[in-house]
Structure formats: C-alpha cells, structure tokens
C-alpha cells in the first residue's frame, strides 16, 4: 500500500499562487503513476492533473491548463501541484492519488483507476 499527505493548501486572494505538495510512504513511489483531484462544495470530486510514474508525460483539464503544473521527485516520494493565476472557481479540497492500474503509460482522468487517496488539502480563493 501507499500512504498520501497532502499540504500546502490555504485561502489566497484570485491571480495568486499556491503549491500543494503530497508526501508518499509504503511501497516504492516510482510504481505509480499520480494524480491530483478536487472536489468544490457541493460538487463530485473531479479530475485535475496526473502524470507518469517517471514525469515523462503530464495531463490536465482544461479549465487549470497553462495555470497548473504537476511534477514529481521519485528520490523524495513527493509529487507537487504548482497552481498559479488562481480563480475563485479553484476553490475546493484537492486531492492526491496513486494510480493502482499498472498501466504506467497511460494517465487516467477517472478515480476508479486510483486505489490510494490522500485526506486532502484546502485551497480557498477570494475573489
């Protein structure tokens, strides 16, 4: 198994910048391939990026693409989410995921390929 923390969330102001950070521990880090979600108040929990086991490939929605960036240090078993030009419409708990499919080339938008969930991590942004 794996397990996930998430920090780094807060309440910032719109067109600031955040950066979540998501620790692993448990079994080797480079098996899986990551993801971040988040879901907003009163809304399903929603895909945001992901990105390969060895960050040779990234994926986003579109609503956070040129905004966000996801990256990774396998040594360090963290994954990251640099979120700049935030919107209020970011505001939500966002979470991080390990992708427990073994398909390491491909990068899955839906939470049922991810078996291993962080408690998640607040990020509030005024408007």
């Known amino acids: 198994q794996v397990q996930l923390v998430e920090s780094g969330g807060g309440l910032v102001q719109a067109v600031d910048s955040l950066r979540l950070s998501c620790g692993a521990s448990g079994r080797p880090f480079n098996l899986y391939n990551m993801g971040w979600f988040r879901q907003a108040p009163g809304k399903g929990r929603e895909f945001v990026a992901a990105i390969t086991w060895n960050g040779g490939s990234t994926d986003y929605t579109d609503s956070v693409k040129g905004r966000f960036t996801i990256s990774r240090d396998n040594a360090g078993k963290t994954v990251w989410l640099q979120m700049n030009s935030l919107k209020p419409e970011d505001t939500a708990v966002y979470y991080c995921?390990?992708?427990?499919?073994?398909?390491?080339?491909?990068?899955?938008?839906?939470?049922?390929?991810?078996?291993?969930w962080g408690q998640g991590t607040q990020v509030t942004v005024s408007s």
């Open positions: 995921a390990a992708d427990s499919s073994g398909a390491f080339g491909i990068l899955h938008t839906k939470e049922s390929h991810y078996a291993y």
